[in-house]
């Protein structure tokens, strides 16, 4: 194997693992504020350093190997491992947000059951798709990133809702500081998923080796099937 795709094929494997312990950060952010665990919190925010620090260092060797101007099929694959990249740490700013609504003198509220499961179901769905689009990109499954979409369109649908409860409940003295960081949890887990469906892209970029939302090759998929009904 040539000496640059064996460093191409470990500078995928430092990304993707970026991206699983970034999965494990979110998990461990969303039980931190949902239950107001303060030292989960803490745990949160001062693993942030370490893990600035190994992206910057994986960072510095993509750069480097795309200065390389090798052959074209590895500068995309660079390319879309460096957004990969900056998607981990833009996922890893979202986990630190909700981790510092820990410990805020915000109370739970068990009065408003409904509002924490619905936060917590769409916090599980941003879990998913960081999930899945990590898995479709390890094994090049453009089906597997269409998936990424379907979580975040159902998640945008839930946060409207989450919108909803929260302001019903901020009219209550005694649950609107709680209301507002649920609110917020709410809209932090959105831009996950919207970070989500960014690297769930890159997928279809390195199969396809162009640029196609998957949103849209997703709907063109749909597409022959609902035609293909049609003349039943």
């Given at each position: ?10 500078l ?11 999965v ?14 303060a030292?989960l919190?803490?745990?949160?925010i001062?693993?942030q350093?370490?893990?600035e620090q190994?992206?910057?260092r ?5 750069l ?15 390319a ?5 990249l ?5 996922i ?6 909700m ?18 499961e619905?936060v ?7 879990i ?7 898995a479709?990109f390890a ?5 597997l ?8 369109t ?13 302001l019903e409940?901020?009219h ?17 887990a959105e831009r ?8 769930a892209?890159?997928t279809?970029i390195?199969?396809n ?7 849209d ?6 597409e022959?099937?609902?035609a ?5």
């Amino acid at each position: 194997m040539p000496k640059f795709t064996e460093t191409v094929e470990e500078l995928e494997r430092e990304a993707l693992g970026e991206l699983q312990a970034v999965v494990r950060q979110l998990d461990r952010a969303v039980e931190a504020v949902t239950r107001q665990n303060a030292a989960l919190g803490a745990d949160v925010i001062a693993a942030q350093n370490d893990a600035e620090q190994r992206y910057r260092r994986v960072q510095e060797h993509l750069l480097a190997a795309l200065a390389s101007h090798r052959a074209a099929a590895d500068l995309q694959m660079l390319a879309s491992l460096l957004h990969v990249l900056r998607g981990v740490r833009r996922i890893r700013a979202q986990c630190e947000n909700m981790a510092k609504l820990v410990g805020t003198g915000i109370p739970p509220a068990p009065e408003a059951p409904v509002l924490l499961e619905l936060v917590e179901g769409a916090a599980a769905l941003s879990i998913s798709g960081v999930w899945l689009a990590r898995a479709a990109f390890a094994s090049r499954d453009v089906e597997l990133a269409h998936e990424v979409v379907r979580l975040d369109t159902e998640l945008t649908r839930r946060s409207g809702v989450i919108f909803r409860r929260a302001l019903e409940l901020s009219h209550a003295a005694v649950v609107r500081d709680w209301a507002t960081a649920m609110l917020l949890v709410g809209s932090y887990a959105e831009r996950v998923s919207d970070t989500a469906v960014d690297i769930a892209e890159q997928t279809v970029i390195v199969v396809n080796g162009l640029f196609r939302e998957v949103a849209d090759s997703d709907a063109g998929a749909r597409e022959p099937a609902a035609a293909s009904r049609g003349t039943n």
